[in-house]
């Protein structure tokens, strides 16, 4: 046997019933031949690491625009972090941990630069095309804008990743939305979410990272104490952030493991939507940190409007498919801004509306 057939024996013996099992995969849109040593979910996993997506998000923001701070959180280590979370509750209720992985690494590809801020001028600027959704922009990402390099030389479009990883990937948001209570997988349908386990539980711990590491990061920033975090969550989660994650991960897998979906009790799940409405309303739309959002939205609006009358000056990645008819201007370059990071942005806005000083030489 090779060491991927050894290990997808291993997942029929070991993993829960629930579970997804990379021997039986839904497969990719291109088929390929199996690799000896990993599963398709670990080859996934790889992919995304290795794309340039997926690096760019060192410099996108998690919450404070373009942080000069080396320990303010980006996009990236909002990525590993979920990952951390998710990993630990896969492993523990015996769901596949490879797949976990994949998506939670794939899940923000997507996502534009200036976080929450910049997707919402995105989607603004896009209403009368379709709209923007970040999620929706990341399953785009692996599927059409990345390419790949093959074996043979010639480049492919898209990761050509698994159904498994693609269906989590497109279905991990919930924006300001509280935490729902996950129905069972065979009455889940397409529309409403992931259509696994692990994709559900991407979906939970997406949220379990952000509510903990913005929160640290805005006491850090002096915005906020932890003393201010109400009293009705740190009652249920813990008197501080230490314990917060901890208290949260135990209760999800001693109410998932076996049950075939992401549980965990009702006051855990309250105490983590209360905590998500009090970082939205003292952090997220009424500190100082956003005293620049106003800005950041106007400077991606008027580098889409100078986009769109000038198209022939967007990335090669959406050019490409422009070029070949099959996207629209709009869409092609809201697909060049949205890989933007921070800091190209600003430097993009730079050079085309600020006018430079005349030197001689």
């Given at each position: 046997m090779t060491p991927r057939e050894v290990t997808e024996a291993w997942e029929e013996q070991v993993l829960s019933p629930h579970a997804a099992r990379s021997g039986r995969s839904r497969g990719r849109i291109r088929p390929e031949p199996p690799d000896p040593l990993r599963t398709v979910?670990?080859?996934?996993?790889?992919?995304?690491?290795?794309?340039?997506?997926?690096?760019?998000?060192?410099?996108?923001?998690?919450?404070?625009?373009a942080p000069e701070g080396d320990h303010y959180r980006t996009r990236l280590t909002h990525t590993l972090e979920v990952s951390q979370i998710a990993r630990?509750?896969?492993?523990?209720i015996r769901i596949n941990e490879d797949l976990t992985e994949a998506i939670v690494l794939g899940h923000d590809l997507g996502h534009p630069p200036f976080g929450h801020a910049g997707e919402e001028a995105l989607n603004q600027t896009m209403a009368a095309h379709?709209?923007?959704?970040?999620?929706?922009?990341?399953?785009?990402?692996?599927?059409?804008?990345?390419?790949?390099?093959?074996?043979?030389?010639?480049?492919?479009?898209?990761?050509?990743?698994?159904?498994?990883?693609?269906?989590?990937?497109?279905?991990?948001?919930?924006?300001?939305r509280d935490l729902e209570i996950f129905p069972d997988l065979e009455e889940t349908v397409p529309e409403a979410g992931p259509e696994t386990v692990e994709g559900q539980l991407a979906r939970v711990a997406d949220r379990i990272a952000y509510v903990h590491h913005?929160?640290?990061?805005?006491?850090?920033?002096?915005?906020?104490?932890?003393?201010?975090?109400?009293?009705?969550?740190?009652?249920?989660?813990?008197?501080t952030r230490g314990q917060?994650?901890?208290?949260?991960?135990?209760?999800?897998?001693?109410?998932?493991?076996?049950?075939?979906?992401?549980?965990?009790?009702?006051?855990?799940?309250?105490?983590?939507?209360?905590?998500?409405d009090f970082l939205f309303?003292?952090?997220?739309?009424?500190?100082?940190?956003?005293?620049?959002?106003?800005?950041?939205?106007?400077?991606?609006?008027?580098?889409?409007?100078?986009?769109?009358?000038?198209?022939e000056e967007i990335g090669e990645e959406a050019r490409r498919l422009l070029d070949e008819g099959r996207s629209t201007v709009p869409r092609a370059v809201c697909d060049f801004l949205a890989g933007m990071t921070d800091r190209y942005a600003i430097r993009t806005?730079?050079?085309?509306?600020?006018?430079?000083?005349?030197?001689?030489f």
């Open positions: 979910f670990q080859r996934d996993r790889d992919r995304i690491i290795h794309s340039k997506a997926f690096r760019r998000l060192m410099h996108k923001t998690q919450v404070f625009l630990t509750i896969a492993r523990a379709g709209g923007f959704r970040h999620d929706l922009q990341s399953l785009r990402m692996v599927e059409v804008l990345e390419r790949r390099r093959t074996r043979d030389g010639t480049y492919q479009e898209g990761l050509n990743l698994t159904w498994e990883v693609r269906n989590g990937i497109g279905g991990h948001s919930k924006g300001p913005d929160t640290d990061d805005a006491i850090r920033a002096g915005l906020i104490r932890e003393a201010d975090v109400p009293a009705s969550v740190r009652k249920v989660l813990g008197q917060w994650v901890d208290t949260t991960v135990h209760d999800i897998v001693a109410h998932s493991a076996g049950t075939g979906r992401i549980q965990m009790t009702e006051e855990t799940r309250a105490a983590l939507n209360g905590l998500k309303e003292t952090v997220y739309q009424g500190s100082d940190a956003k005293a620049e959002v106003g800005k950041a939205q106007r400077l991606l609006i008027e580098l889409f409007g100078y986009f769109v009358d000038h198209p806005a730079e050079q085309l509306f600020l006018p430079r000083t005349w030197a001689s």
